[in-house]
RNA sequence: GGAGGGGUGGCCGAGCGGCCUAAGGCACCAGUCUUGAAAACUGGCACGGCGCAAGUCGUCAAGGGUUCGAAUCCCUUCCCCUCCGCCA
């Protein structure tokens, strides 16, 4: 959510950043509900002072024993009642038009971003590692998991359907082995982990700008007021809603781990094999709530801490820096991490850190007060996957596979897999 | 699932139709005093919207209603607590 008085002042800057991102917001619709909710507002506002006052001096009659005087102003009371009826139900038309509208007007971007219509113009910042070179054709994960017998795509359908996964043996060790890494490795390094609820209501998803918008993307369980989260930045980033935070307390990083769970719609066709796009997945994600100077500072620590993990795990990517079309909704800025997959002879999204600045603090009303006193202030909110388990399985399956089919076991891996050292064929 | 009790400013807490412009306390800020601090004393101190401003409107969990007027009365919903039942 943008803030009121950018719509109001510099539209044009607005129309710019929407142009950028080839939005269709309806910005035009907004600026003409806000000049009519205000004028509204104006007329209401003087009916009521009228009512306060002329209520108030009703009481005073009364008291002082001049009863008709009283039921006079009573019966004119009344009538005045009526009109703010009124008045009331006018204002609140363009109110809410208002309200609704300004939920599909997405983040305006940085001016450090890229601007071009979609991911061909997106900016490599760096790379780390290099992609190895096998000295036979390497397999794509889906041909070297079956074989592993411990990635399992048939019975998955079979119990669910498409977009699902079933590990076995020691993939399904391998899977808690990366959680597990993943969160010990943050939370040495100053991140608090927290573990949330897997579903949220209506209001978390609007906080984040998940919603309105994008409900088809989401599951929702019928018959309740709950969708299962999509990512972990929903319940983690609305933890502090309505709150005020002392600036002492900042900057807070927060990890977490959580399933995600995705519908995918729109992305029929899109990567339908293996398991890089499911329908449910694992991801262990990193939050940060910090002050407005010091958000892109917090973008980069955010980036490197994600990085880090693939460090560990020596797995070669490239740091992008998403450009203005390419953008998620609430996102200012977007370093996506792409690991290099050889089964597919390409770098691919294995993580997307972004700074939303203050366009969720507004959303969720989550604000900080300021070291030195004064008014309040809304916060800026980051996110970033640190990272998606089920992408980072894949790259080691791919990175680290052998030409009879067997993969090596990352060496930070091992101390949580007993010590194993090779992931061999199981019955 | 059943029965009760609650939700008031950063926090605690009073108020139960009109002097609520929400008492009092804690915390916080400024000042006096002090070598400095503490204590004491004095003053300040909720948030949001609209407006160039004067000002004005709104907010006592949320939404609706009654009334000239609602923190206060009524209805609905949400959340928290206690007890019972059930359950991992």
């Known amino acids: ?77 009344a009538a005045l009642g009526a009109k703010i009826a009124t008045a009331e139900q006018e204002a609140a038309t363009f109110a809410d038009e208002v309200a609704e509208l300004e939920l599909t007007i997405p983040n305006l971007p ?48 079979k119990i669910s359907g498409a977009r699902f996964a079933v590990l076995w043996g020691v993939g399904a060790a391998l899977e808690r082995a990366l959680v597990t890494f993943m969160l010990d490795l943050h939370r040495g390094n100053g991140y608090r982990e927290v ?23 989401l599951f929702r369980v019928e018959g309740t007021d709950y969708f299962l989260v999509p ?65 892109y500072a917090e973008l980069d620590v955010l980036t490197r801490s994600a990085e880090l993990v693939l460090q560990k795990l020596e797995l070669p990517y490239r740091v992008m820096t998403l450009a203005t079309g390419d953008m998620g909704f609430s996102a200012a800025k977007t370093h996506d991490i792409e690991v290099w997959l050889p089964g597919q002879q390409s770098y691919r999204e294995i993580s997307s850190c972004s700074n939303c600045e203050d366009f969720q603090a507004r959303r969720t009303d989550l604000k900080f007060r300021p070291a030195g006193g004064g008014k309040t202030r809304h916060l800026h909110t980051l996110n970033g996957s640190g990272l998606a388990v089920g992408r980072t399985l894949i790259a080691i399956l791919e990175n680290y596979q052998s030409a009879d089919g067997t993969v090596i076991v990352p060496e930070a891996l091992r101390p949580y897999l007993g010590e194993l050292e090779r992931l061999a064929p199981e019955r």
């Open 1 to 77: 959510m943008l803030a009121r008085e950018l719509l109001r002042t510099s539209p044009d800057r607005v129309r710019a950043a929407l142009a950028a991102r080839c939005s269709d917001a309806p910005l035009e619709r907004l600026l003409s509900a806000d000049v009519s909710w205000r004028e509204a507002q104006a007329e209401l506002e003087a009916l009521k002072a009228d009512r306060n006052r002329g209520s108030k001096e009703v009481g005073a009659l009364f008291a002082s024993g001049r009863r008709e005087e009283g039921e006079a102003l009573r019966g004119r009371m």
């Open 110 to 157: 940085h001016e450090s971003v890229p601007v071009g219509p979609d991911e061909t113009a997106n900016r490599v910042e760096r790379r780390w590692g290099e992609p190895p070179t096998f000295d036979f054709e390497p397999q794509a994960h889906w041909d070297l998991g079956p074989a592993l017998g411990i990635l399992d795509f048939e019975r998955a359908a």
């Open 195 to 217: 573990y949330v609820p897997f579903m949220v209501n209506r209001q978390a998803l609007v906080g984040t700008g998940q919603l309105p918008k994008f409900e088809a993307d």
């Open 231 to 295: 990512t972990a930045e929903v319940p983690v980033t609305n933890l502090h809603r309505g709150e005020i935070l002392a600036e002492e307390t900042l900057p807070r990083r927060y990890c977490a781990y959580t399933p995600c769970f995705r519908a995918e719609a729109g992305s029929h066709g899109r990567d339908v094999r293996g398991l890089f796009r499911q329908h449910q997945f694992d991801k262990v994600e990193l939050v940060h709530l910090t002050t407005p100077e010091t958000s």
